[in-house]
């Protein structure tokens, strides 16, 4: 099916561990976005890529890694868990090129961490 | 730096009632505004998404109108169910042409929705 998915759904890990977050899309957008979701912060951006091999820091990057060696992947790696990263992580893509077109965000149905 | 804010963060209405939620920005240099919906445990799913050069959109009970000048969006839902009750969130993108950073959206925190039976 076309669209935008995110493995696991659910994942709870310990303190120091390495953790890899999943986003797959079907419809070769350019652009991809890593959130994260906490109450009484809102949706905030970790990590955006432009196009395969192009990544760069949103608002909180530390403590997160991203690659983009093909373009309908966005994988998000914490390196070392903190429980400060528990939280509700969405993925988003829209297509490109710059300043064209509606470029409406479309996310994935999010991955819930628990960190212990 | 850009903020969004959206007021209420709770709303709560007997069903088959007109209402509006509000949206507002700091920076009126913006491309586009979009609102979502998000239900409990789920992802977020567009609603609307307004460019600068317009006014409002509409989608079925949706309308949502935009003011950039005065940094202010409202999404107006008509005739209210049970089946609306969500969190509605605006987000704003900056202006183009300003680099891959152009695409990051700006997120209010949400209105949480419960339409009453």
């Known amino acids: 099916d076309a669209g935008i998915t995110q493995s696991p759904r659910y994942k709870i890990t310990e303190t120091g561990r390495q953790v890899t977050l999943m986003c797959h899309q079907t419809w070769s957008h350019s652009y991809m976005f890593w959130y994260r979701q906490d109450l009484g912060h809102g949706l905030r951006l970790i990590y955006y890529?432009?196009?395969?091999?192009?990544?760069d820091k949103g608002e909180v990057p530390d403590g997160y890694v991203v690659s983009r060696s093909k373009t309908e992947n966005f994988p998000l790696t914490l390196e070392s868990a903190t429980r400060s990263q528990t939280s509700v992580y969405f993925c988003a893509s829209t297509w490109s090129p710059a300043g064209v077109g509606n470029n409406e965000q479309f996310f994935g149905p999010g991955t819930r961490l628990t960190v212990l | 730096k850009q903020e969004v804010t959206q007021i209420p963060a709770a709303l709560s209405v007997p069903e088959g009632e007109n209402l509006v939620l509000n949206c507002s920005f700091t920076?009126?240099?913006?491309?586009?505004l979009q609102w979502f919906r998000q239900d409990p445990g789920k992802g977020l799913t567009s609603l609307l998404l307004i460019q600068s050069s317009q006014r409002e959109q509409t989608s079925g009970r949706l309308n949502a109108s935009l003011d950039k000048s005065s940094g202010r969006s409202t999404l107006y839902i008509a005739a209210s169910q049970p089946g609306d009750s969500a969190t509605y969130l605006c987000?704003?993108?900056?202006?183009?042409?300003?680099?891959?950073?152009?695409?990051?959206?700006?997120f209010g925190k949400g209105t949480k929705l419960s339409v009453i039976p």
């Open positions: 920076d009126s240099a913006i491309y586009n």
């Open positions: 987000a704003v993108r900056p202006t183009p042409y300003s680099g891959a950073g152009s695409y990051q959206l700006t």
């Open positions: 890529s432009a196009a395969a091999d192009i990544t």
